[in-house]
């Protein structure tokens, strides 16, 4: 079983960082592309960034210059560093990934985590 867990939200001040985490763990040979997903109250669910299994990264406009997207692949973990944090960025934030189940699989199953909850506040 899989499973896609998201940490490291939390309550911030404009200005401040966070960094956020998505772990996964379970039976995987080994995890595809990876996006960062935020939806706040009312609001449908956006991309934030993306990530590759190489390595590139794609970013939302919003965040571009502020947020960093990294993965370490041998521990299986994706990173969403997250500075000049301002109130519009107050959201719930999810992990997307494409996951190979086995070496001989020949397509990816995609799991979403159930989120982070990120407060940007004075």
């Known amino acids: 079983q899989v499973q896609v867990v998201e940490s490291g939200g939390g309550l911030v001040q404009p200005g401040g960082s966070l960094r956020l985490s998505c772990e996964f763990s379970?039976?995987?040979?080994?995890?595809?592309?990876v996006g960062w997903y935020r939806q706040a109250p009312g609001k449908q669910r956006d991309l934030v960034a993306f990530?590759?299994?190489?390595?590139?990264?794609n970013y939302d406009h919003s965040v571009k210059g502020r947020f960093t997207v990294s993965r370490d692949n041998a521990r299986k973990m994706v990173y969403l560093q997250m500075n000049s944090l301002q109130p519009e960025d107050t959201a719930v934030y999810h992990c997307?990934?494409?996951?190979?189940?086995?070496?001989?699989?020949?397509?990816?199953?995609?799991?979403w985590g159930q989120g982070t909850q990120v407060t940007v506040s004075s």
């Open positions: 997307y990934a494409e996951i190979k189940l086995k070496y001989d699989s020949t397509y990816y199953q995609k799991y």
């Open positions: 990530i590759t299994i190489g390595g590139s990264c």
């Open positions: 379970g039976s995987i040979f080994s995890v595809n592309n």
